[in-house]
């Protein structure tokens, strides 16, 4: 029998990402309070880390409400920009929020978890920032497809940049450990109850010669270089 894991299936959640939530809810809740907050995770060092990473060419899989993008410099080396997600609501709100930004944007409603549909070594950066948590998968192992597909599309010397909500081998805060029981209560909004740091870097290494893992908080944070 194989060990390999079996692929999940990943389902959009339109209860958790309506347009609403992620106009008015999405920005100072989950990213204003959680994040510092609960999970422990500085937006300021996230917020350095990806723009500091954004190449000319540049995939954002799961963009949310797309404020990461949005605080990118004016002066952003990026000229194309590929958003994948499988909610088509976040699609949507940050193609809008992005409206007036120089670059061009090109949505996929796709799943993370799936081939990508985007040419091998044809990007110049893919980010993956508070996204794996949210995949179905009952470990790490079940969720590589996501950092095996940014491997292939990645030109060689190119970075994957991201961070993900781990629940083992990191320091878990009691206010972090019972919202984490909640969301991983709720139909699919949380998944990483056997998310560890260990297969997390495992996953990254199996992909990329270059891997460097960092954590605050709870909050893994990587950079891994074709």
């Known amino acids: 029998m194989s060990d390999t894991p079996q ?3 990943s389902s959009p959640n339109p209860g958790l990402y309506r347009p609403w939530v992620l106009r008015f809810i999405y920005g100072p809740v989950v990213i204003g309070i959680s994040h510092p907050l ?13 723009a500091s990473r954004v190449g000319p060419t540049h995939v954002e ?4 409400n797309g404020h990461l993008l949005a605080r ?24 809008r929020r992005l409206r007036r ?4 944007v090109h949505t996929h409603q796709a799943n993370a978890l799936d081939p990508w549909p985007l040419a ?19 470990t790490i ?8 597909e940014a491997a292939r599309v990645l030109k060689p010397g190119r ?8 629940a083992r081998g990191v320091s878990i805060s009691a206010r972090a450990e019972r919202l984490m029981d909640v969301y991983n209560s709720k139909n699919n909004t949380f998944h990483n109850t056997g998310d560890s740091l260990g297969d997390l870097t495992a996953v990254l290494k199996q992909h990329f010669p270059h891997v460097t893992v960092r954590t605050q908080g709870c909050v893994a944070v990587w950079e891994a270089t074709k």
């Not at 899989?61 to 949310?64: M, Q």
């Not at 990118?72 to 193609?95: G, K, S, V």
């Not at 930004?101 to 061009?104: D, P």
């Open 61 to 64: 899989v799961g963009p949310g």
């Open 141 to 148: 192992a079940a969720k590589a497809l996501l950092v095996r």
């Open 38 to 50: 609960v999970w422990g995770v500085s937006n300021r060092s996230l917020r350095h880390l990806h």
């Open 72 to 95: 990118l410099p004016r002066r952003t080396p990026m000229q194309r920009l590929e958003l994948l997600d499988l909610n088509p609501a976040c699609l949507h709100h940050t193609q």
């Open 159 to 166: 970075t994957l940049v991201g961070c993900t909500i781990l």
């Open 101 to 104: 930004r120089a670059f061009a």
């Open 120 to 138: 091998s070594s044809s990007v110049d950066s893919v980010s993956a920032m508070m996204v794996l948590h949210t995949l179905p998968g009952e």
């Open 7 to 9: 692929v999940p299936v």
